[in-house]
């Protein structure tokens, strides 16, 4: 999401769409699997393009690949437990460049700087461990003050809790978008190009974005996929362009459209 971070088309949804009291459709939050594993994106190689990738809970393993093309993947390690009960992060957190991967268990970060096997490089508290040791709240990454270094996020219902460094501590940018009870997924993106990675919910193929991180309606609307679970929101920069735009995937499969319109995938490939 360093300045990068369909296809089922549905009725076009207008832009400018308030999202408080627009009704939502159960969806799960990140961490979600498929009945293969975990999807992903990220720019692995540093290339300015944003690629697949799988992580498998059951056995820590990651796979990721460099090219949005048919295949198998480029890099395979472990990082994470066999069982793993942490939810997948991805982000550049040294400001190199390059996507690497992290988990949160409860509200511990604990971030890699290389998509290789090893412990953590960064370790640090942000958010609350709930009964079932898995945060409280949704996290999130991204670049939130255009510095070129990913940072964390939570998503508690319909308030988001942003922080400027990887480091514990409190928030710095707290505010309110979607609804109370808020079921949709939550994406991150830099939307319009200006080197800030910004907000947004999807809702049953419904995309619903927002250029800056302040309460308000969203600033970019359309219809792109299918309702979950057969499509899974992943956005990303597919053509090196600076900017995040859609894309989804299904076990096996990836759909990504180069603008946030509605229409149909510009790439399309197979990776399992």
Sequence with gaps: MSTRRLAVVASTVAALVAVTGVSATAEPGPGIQSTTGVFVTGDWDGDGIDTAGWYFNPTGVWQLRNSNTDGQEDLSFTFGDTNEVGYPVVGDW????????????????????????????????????GSNGRPVGRPVAGDWDGNGTDTPGLRRDNVWLLRNSNSTGGADGTFTYGDQYETGFEVVGDWNGD???????????NW?????????????????????????????????????????????????????????????????
């Design 195 to 205: 080197g800030y990675d910004t907000i947004g919910l999807v809702r049953a193929g």
């Design 208 to 272: 619903f974005l927002r250029n800056s991180n302040s309460s308000g309606a969203a600033d970019v609307a359309f219809s792109y996929g299918a309702e979950w679970p057969d499509h899974w929101p992943v956005p990303g920069d597919w053509d090196n362009n600076n900017t995040d735009t859609a894309g989804v995937a299904e076990p096996g499969t990836w759909f990504f459209r180069n603008s946030n319109t509605t229409g149909v995938a510009e790439i399309v490939f197979e990776f399992v």
């Design 94 to 129: 040294d400001g190199d460049g390059d996507d690497t991967i992290g988990l949160v268990r409860g509200g511990t970060w604990l971030l890699r700087n290389s998509n290789t096997a090893g412990t953590p490089d960064v370790t640090f508290t942000y958010g609350d461990t």
